[in-house]
């Protein structure tokens, strides 16, 4: 359990207050999100004080202080899975936010407000935080609203969408800064939204190669057999671990491959659909399906499987964004199988081996000639852990982003500049 709030004392160690910052979070608690506890840690480090609003999690207390970060959360509310439900979530979402970020100014000036979707319903507050204490607004763009609806919903109602596009636009139009997670999204943003270059930067959702790298081999997580094949992240609708299950289903069953354990660890929506579809193809013993598990078993699996498996399938959202398993694996030094998705291949480059979009058959074969071929493994896997420390690990990314702070609020330090794309991105993008 998290401490208990303590009021009043600085955060960091640079010595000197840089401001307030608040951070608002609606998706999942904190730090259970990676990002933007990274984000915090960032911050605090660097003498800021940063508060954060956020949903509970399990045993979560409603105040807490955790290494200098004040968390404000309130009790997750979430009647359901259709439309009328996800606009009664946000409305409380919304309400509780807007309460609790009140109650975090009473312990301060708020100098900045910082909103992270989905959803992108937070801009009023930035507006508010603006007109009564003078606060910058910057909006950290997690997830395309819009395909996100478009992926989940194909059939759904224009209406729908038209309105997220104009909670979207306003959104960006109300930031004073955008902080994106790819260059995709901030093409999107410039181009559909009218964000500037000199107001919008890019920050990738870096791993920390410190603490997320491979250690000793765990053998009991292979559960008997030879090789073991992961997963990790949200099982949601547009996730693919569906897509996971059926690319286990012919690895054991059409190509007879019976040395072969898949472990996938993660949460959702579609957590019973998918362990009932598990049963349903008769791999019980082939697939355990973990749930939410804590970062040791994490860091077991991880060390110890042949393969990560990115099994997001193309859709709208899915192929301009960033998934942070894909670099989690490339941390822990594993090659990673995945759709021939644009951003997921400027992630992974070397590190990776790409199926056509939503073929499920070839991606199984790719699995298997890679589980096959040992040498060649360990070289992407090699290669994705180089590109993490080099490229991609928060530690670079955190320049970037402390610098969006230091240049809004008027210190000294390091001020972001438009993104430029590596060579693998380049390649990418031909």
Known sequence: ???TLKAGGTSGTAGQRRGRVLIIVQNLPVPFDRRVWLECQTLAKAGYEVAVVCPKGPNDPARAVLEGVELYKYRPYAPGGSKASFVAEYVYSFLATLWLSLQAARKGRIDAVQACNPPDIFWPIGLL???VWGSRFVFDHHDL??????SRFPDGPEAVHKALLFLERRTIATADHVIETND???NVDMERNGATPEASTVVRTGPDPNRLKAHEEVPEVRRGRRHLAAYIGVMGPQDGVDIALLVADVVVHKLKREDISFTLMGSGDSWQDLFALRDKLGLADYVEMTGRVPDETVAAVLSTADVGISPDPKNPLNDVSTMNKTMEYMAFGLPVVAFDLRE???SAGDAGVYATPNDVHEMAQLLVQL????PRRKAMGAAGRARIERELAWQHQAVRYRGVYDKLLGFPGASPEPAEPTTEEQKATL
Do not use: G
Not at 145 to 150: F, G, N, R, T, V
Not at 371 to 374: T, V, Y
């Open 371 to 374: 589980i096959d071929d040992e």
């Open 344 to 346: 997921t291949r400027v």
């Open 1 to 3: 359990m998290l401490p």
């Open 184 to 186: 995709s999204y901030r």
């Open 145 to 150: 609203c819009p395909e996100l609806y478009e």
């Open 129 to 131: 935080f603006r007109a």
